[in-house]
């Protein structure tokens, strides 16, 4: 059991707390928001609201900190948090470019502390399926990978709220959702070489845009596909299609409040099967995984080289944003 402070109470810190409570791995005791809502949500979850950032990482008491806080503000957060001794869960995208990113991942590492990432769907268990199904080559050589993740969740939040911001998160439907989808790319095809991507903000006037697809080149002429929209009702799909085979999940709700999940494996010659795969929380699983890492009992699934392709493909893709063309992934 390690023993934790959330740094962010807002949408994503309190669904955080409230998901993992009852857990034999990590307790979550206090709380950090420069709000007064976030910090009256923080006492509404029992949780003990300290003054700053900097009073939790000086806290011995302290074990890990479970960072839900702007995007710009991550890197020297964990660079912080490191340097005293804190094990380190950061939401993602873990920082928007790759020097940050290395700033971070070296504190870490000179500190012997563990790093977790928010790429929770990596632990839903139809992905780790999918992800089985690749590593065996019982798809045979992978070819693509395609994925949507949209939603319609932002469209009530108000205007200023730093979601919405091209400066808090710049390219709103891949800080959002899309990154998940470029992780899991990662996850299945490796580093990737180049990136084209297109966003809009024709369609709720975002300043961040609202409707984002990406197109990645792996080696050996492997791609991947993918949509992230901030307009419709949710939909979550993801598939990986092979020489020998193709595999699909299909999400019925929501992640955050799971329903189960529809896959399809197709192999050559045989006939499709179709299965369900039933709801699972995987933040939770994700967070209690870096919290056993913590303790010595497991290593971290997320090794820190996904975690800065997962940044250099982020900053490839506001590259392409921002050009209009094919960017190199760094």
């Known amino acids: 059991m390690i023993n934790a402070a959330v740094i962010g109470l807002g949408w994503w810190g309190s669904t955080l707390v409230r998901t993992l409570q009852g857990s034999d791995s990590i307790r979550i005791s206090t709380g950090v928001d420069p709000n007064e809502a976030g910090m009256l949500a923080g006492r509404d979850l029992g949780l003990r609201m300290a003054g700053s950032f900097e009073e939790v990482v000086a806290d011995p008491s302290i074990d890990a900190v479970l960072l839900c806080t702007p995007h710009k503000f991550h890197a020297a957060q964990v660079v912080a948090a490191a340097k005293s001794g804190k094990h380190v869960f950061c939401e993602k995208p873990f920082t928007d470019n790759v020097r940050a990113a290395e700033e971070a991942l070296d504190a870490v590492s000179r500190a012997g502390v563990v790093l977790g990432i928010g790429h929770e769907r990596r632990f839903e268990p139809a992905v780790m399926q999918m992800r089985d199904l690749v590593s065996s080559g019982k798809l045979g050589d992978a070819v693509s990978f395609e994925g949507n993740f949209s939603q319609d969740k932002f469209l009530a939040l108000p205007r200023d709220n730093w979601r919405l911001s091209a400066e808090h998160a710049p390219v709103g439907p891949l800080s959002a959702t899309g990154i998940h989808l470029v992780d899991m790319a990662i996850s299945l095809l490796g580093h990737p070489d180049q990136v084209w991507a297109n966003l809009s903000s024709d369609f709720a006037g975002f300043d961040n845009g609202d ?15 993918i949509n992230a929209i901030l ?22 709700t929501h992640p955050e409040a799971s329903t189960g999940w529809d896959l399809a494996l197709s192999l050559r010659g045989q006939d499709t099967q179709v299965d369900f795969s039933p709801p699972y929380s995987a933040v939770r699983a994700n967070v209690e995984a870096f919290a056993m890492a913590a303790t010595g009992d497991a290593e971290y699934p997320v090794t820190h080289a996904e975690i800065r392709s997962n940044v250099a493909t982020f900053e ?3 590259a392409s944003v921002r050009s209009g063309a094919i960017e190199r992934v760094g």
């Open 211 to 225: 409707s984002l697809s990406i197109s990645l080149k792996f080696s050996k002429g492997r791609t991947a596909t």
């Open 231 to 252: 307009v419709t009702p949710f939909v979550g799909r993801a598939a990986v299609y092979g020489t020998e085979g193709w595999f699909e999940i299909r999400d019925r």
């Open 316 to 318: 490839a893709i506001l």
